[in-house]
């Protein structure tokens, strides 16, 4: 096995890259745009280009170079191809065998959420955990499936899209999607606000909610923000939220049995007010072989990526 190894996370603007040592170790990270013209035709071939400099600025040999893995913000098969990445404006594209092609290195390719997961269970939240369920709240809900220390990507690279699992059947507004009742219309940061909006609208007593719902500046910060001063309201809206979102974790576990579930995304630096309610629900439904199961938060942050796109390369 060689000595290094580096992590690709791919995203609409940058693309943050990491060289590792196998066993972890971060030497070194950078960015580069994400150019997305021209069908993103060059965002492989400026990845090669960037690896190769830092291959010649440290010196590093060819031979002691394990390998590249790269997350996408999209479907992606257990081949390393994406069927469609909307925000690369990808078409069909075989991305691992472009990018080993481009750099003369071992590729591997994942959806970046089940990527971050692989990240958060080697080094981060579920550090050392073998089968990890992480859950990204942020404008949407990602999901990610480590299972045995791999990713479970499926057989439509669907793996782990836990936010648009339906949770309510008689929804009738539509999500992103185009269907009704998913996880994601309640859970996540806009999903907060639309629960706040709907509890505001008929809610009748005092409220430290009141004047951002009247300035329509109600969003998941200022519901976390008046949960945490004990706001009725806020409270209101918090509960329902645990209750949809822990149930939901419940339903999950009962079916892949994680040792830990990791929550990320921007939603998650409500903190440990968060993790309560969610453990709280999650244990109230929850079966009871997988009750006492860990809810943690993230802690790699926006580098969960690039150890998670390392990582990759290493256990595939």
């Given at each position: 096995?060689?000595?290094?190894?580096?992590?690709?996370?791919?995203?609409?603007?940058?693309?943050?890259?990491?060289?590792?040592?196998?066993?972890?170790?971060?030497?070194?990270?950078?960015?580069?745009?994400?150019?997305?013209?021209?069908?993103?035709?060059?965002?492989?071939?400026?990845?090669?280009?960037?690896?190769?400099?830092?291959?010649?600025?440290?010196?590093?040999?060819?031979?002691?170079?394990?390998?590249?893995?790269?997350?996408?913000?999209?479907?992606?098969?257990?081949?390393?191809?994406?069927?469609?990445?909307?925000?690369?404006?990808?078409?069909?594209?075989?991305?691992?065998?472009?990018?080993?092609?481009?750099?003369?290195?071992?590729?591997?390719?994942?959806?970046?959420?089940?990527?971050?997961?692989?990240?958060?269970?080697?080094?981060?939240?579920?550090s050392g955990s073998r089968s990890v369920?992480?859950?990204?709240l942020g404008t949407g809900v990602g999901?990610?499936?480590?299972?045995?220390?791999?990713?479970?990507?499926?057989?439509?690279?669907?793996?782990?899209?836990?936010?648009?699992?339906?949770?309510?059947?008689?929804?009738?507004?539509?999500?992103?999607?185009?269907?009704?009742?998913?996880?994601?219309?309640?859970?996540?940061?806009?999903?907060?606000?639309?629960?706040?909006?709907?509890?505001?609208?008929?809610?009748?007593?005092?409220?430290?909610?009141?004047?951002?719902?009247?300035?329509?500046?109600?969003?998941?910060?200022?519901?976390?923000?008046?949960?945490?001063?004990?706001?009725?309201?806020?409270?209101?809206?918090?509960?329902?939220?645990?209750?949809?979102?822990?149930?939901?974790?419940?339903?999950?576990?009962?079916?892949?049995?994680?040792?830990?579930?990791?929550?990320?995304?921007?939603?998650?630096?409500?903190?440990?007010?968060?993790?309560?309610?969610?453990?709280?629900?999650?244990?109230?439904?929850?079966?009871?072989?997988?009750?006492?199961?860990?809810?943690?938060?993230?802690?790699?942050?926006?580098?969960?990526?690039?150890?998670?796109?390392?990582?990759?390369?290493?256990?595939?």
């Amino acid at each position: 096995m060689g000595t290094y190894c580096f992590g690709i996370d791919v995203g609409g603007t940058t693309v943050k890259c990491g060289l590792f040592m196998t066993d972890g170790t971060l030497v070194e990270q950078w960015e580069i745009p994400t150019r997305t013209e021209n069908e993103g035709q060059s965002i492989l071939t400026d990845i090669a280009h960037t690896i190769q400099e830092k291959v010649d600025e440290m010196g590093i040999e060819q031979d002691n170079i394990e390998g590249v893995g790269i997350g996408i913000p999209g479907p992606v098969n257990e081949k390393g191809e994406v069927p469609v990445a909307v925000n690369l404006h990808w078409k069909f594209k075989a991305v691992a065998s472009e990018l080993s092609a481009l750099t003369g290195l071992k590729a591997r390719a994942g959806n970046d959420a089940n990527v971050a997961a692989l990240g958060e269970a080697w080094k981060g939240a579920a550090s050392g955990s073998r089968s990890v369920l992480m859950i990204t709240l942020g404008t949407g809900v990602g999901g990610g499936l480590i299972i045995d220390g791999k990713i479970v990507s499926g057989f439509h690279g669907a793996g782990g899209e836990v936010g648009h699992a339906n949770v309510n059947h008689q929804e009738t507004i539509a999500c992103n999607c185009g269907n009704c009742g998913c996880l994601e219309q309640y859970c996540s940061a806009t999903g907060i606000a639309r629960l706040a909006r709907e509890e505001m609208a008929s809610y009748k007593g005092e409220s430290l909610l009141t004047q951002a719902y009247k300035n329509q500046e109600l969003g998941a910060k200022e519901v976390f923000d008046a949960y945490k001063e004990g706001d009725e309201a806020a409270v209101n809206i918090i509960e329902r939220f645990g209750d949809i979102l822990g149930g939901a974790l419940a339903i999950f576990a009962s079916v892949i049995d994680p040792e830990a579930i990791v929550i990320g995304g921007g939603v998650s630096r409500a903190g440990k007010p968060l993790i309560e309610v969610l453990q709280k629900y999650y244990q109230k439904y929850a079966f009871s072989a997988c009750r006492e199961t860990p809810i943690e938060l993230a802690s790699l942050g926006n580098n969960a990526g690039i150890y998670g796109a390392a990582r990759m390369v290493l256990v595939h």
